[in-house]
Nanobody, 122 residues
Framework: QVQLVESGGGLVQAGGSLRLSCAASGRIFSINAMGWYRQAPGKQRELAATITSDGTTNYDDSVKGRFTISRDNAKHTIFLQMINLKPEDTAVYYC????????????????WGQGTQVTVSS
């Protein structure tokens, strides 16, 4: 099993910044992609940013230029630096980790964190 612990959420005014962290622990042997989804009240969970093991990043258009995802492979930790936050960024942010079931498996399992609340006031 892999456990994920998120931190860094909070309340910020529009235009402000926050930095989220997500640390993975447990049975880690070959993490593939890691990233962040977010879910606003009454809406479906949506992908915000991802980063692969080789550092390739991908962002939703709504956060491009404002959010930066980074990764510390040695510590199995990812970060989401968010600047110029907008009220529409208000959501619960969930980190995830993709890892094969075992060293010989092509089946990948996704693990989720508990989520951290980000609230942006106008």
């Amino acid at each position: 099993q892999v456990q994920l612990v998120e931190s860094g959420g909070g309340l910020v005014q529009a235009g402000g910044s926050l930095r989220l962290s997500c640390a993975a622990s447990g049975r880690i042997f070959s993490i593939n992609a890691m990233g962040w989804y977010r879910q606003a009240p009454g809406k479906q969970r949506e992908l915000a940013a991802t980063i692969t093991s080789d550092g390739t990043t991908n962002y939703d258009d709504s956060v491009k230029g404002r959010f930066t995802i980074s990764r510390d492979n040695a510590k199995h930790t990812i970060f989401l630096q968010m600047i110029n936050l907008k009220p529409e960024d208000t959501a619960v942010y969930y980190c995830y980790v993709d890892q094969p079931l075992n060293l010989y498996s092509v089946i990948v399992r996704r693990y989720w964190g508990q989520g951290t609340q980000v609230t942006v006031s106008s």
